[in-house]
Antibody
Framework: QLQLQASGPGLVKPSESLSLTCTVP??????????WGWIRQPPGKGLEWIGG???????YYNPSLKSRVTMSVDTSKNQFSLKLKSVTAADTAVYYC???????????????????WGQGTLVTVSS | DIVMTQTPLSLSVTPGQPASISCKSS???????????LYWYLQKPGQPPQLLIY???NRWSGVPDRFSGSGSGTDFTLKISRVEAEDVGVYYC??????????FGQGTNLEIK
């Protein structure tokens, strides 16, 4: 059972940046078999795919967030990170990190799903 | 974006009885590679989502065989042959044929009568 753990501030002020890091045990972050993803869930609501990043740094983001999102990966630390800038109250959510096995590649674009999810971390945007 | 529509949004089932959840996509999830990129997740109360079914009908490791997935193209179904108390939670379908973005259904809340 892979145990992913997201960490970061639980409270962020409006207009500032939200930064979270997910640690992957066992060194598998460098495996070419996986993307590493972020998903969020506003309180009482459904799931929203934020994006995913490959060990090489290749990333795809949700277009609705693309102008504000940056993901990065640090293979030496077995970590991947999410940064969301200019946050508002609408960004208040539980943020999940997850492993994403790549089930196929089409024109160098991955198709993946999420198999192991971290427990999630609640980030509240409030002054 | 591909819109995923689940029905019903809420389901109340007596233990031992079957349950069925529908998921319809606004575009076909069948890719030219022959695979269909439709997944089912269960989010139990207070927990992260857990993978149940991948690529329409394949049960994930450790998932009981009372769970089954079926469908093709744009219409998919998750069935539970005999609901148990531990099946309570919110069920989501997800598509990954089109990136970006991947999209989830709204969720179906299953409760026990």
């Amino acid at each position: 059972q892979l145990q992913l753990q997201a960490s970061g501030p639980g409270l962020v002020k409006p207009s500032e940046s939200l930064s979270l890091t997910c640690t992957v045990p066992g060194g598998s972050i460098s495996s070419g078999d996986y993307y590493w993803g972020w998903i969020r869930q506003p309180p009482g609501k459904g799931l929203e795919w934020i994006g995913g990043i490959y060990y090489s740094g290749s990333a795809y983001y949700n277009p609705s967030l693309k102008s504000r999102v940056t993901m990065s990966v640090d293979t030496s630390k077995n970590q991947f990170s999410l940064k969301l800038k200019s946050v508002t109250a609408a960004d208040t959510a539980v943020y999940y990190c997850a492993r994403a096995p790549v089930s196929g590649w089409v024109n160098a674009v991955p198709k993946y799903y999420f198999d192991y999810w971290g427990q999630g971390t609640l980030v509240t945007v409030s002054s | 974006d591909i819109v995923m529509t689940q029905t019903p949004l809420s389901l109340s089932v007596t233990p031992g009885q079957p349950a069925s959840i529908s998921c319809k996509s606004s575009q076909s999830l069948l890719h030219s590679d022959g695979r269909t990129y439709l997944y089912w997740y269960l989010q139990k109360p207070g927990q992260p989502p857990q993978l149940l079914i991948y690529e329409v009908f394949n049960r994930w490791s450790g998932v009981p065989d009372r769970f089954s997935g079926s469908g093709s193209g744009t219409d998919f179904t998750l069935k539970i042959s005999r609901v148990e108390a531990e099946d309570v939670g919110v069920y989501y379908c997800m598509q990954s044929i089109q990136l970006p973005p991947y999209t989830f259904g709204q969720g179906t809340n299953l409760e026990i009568k």
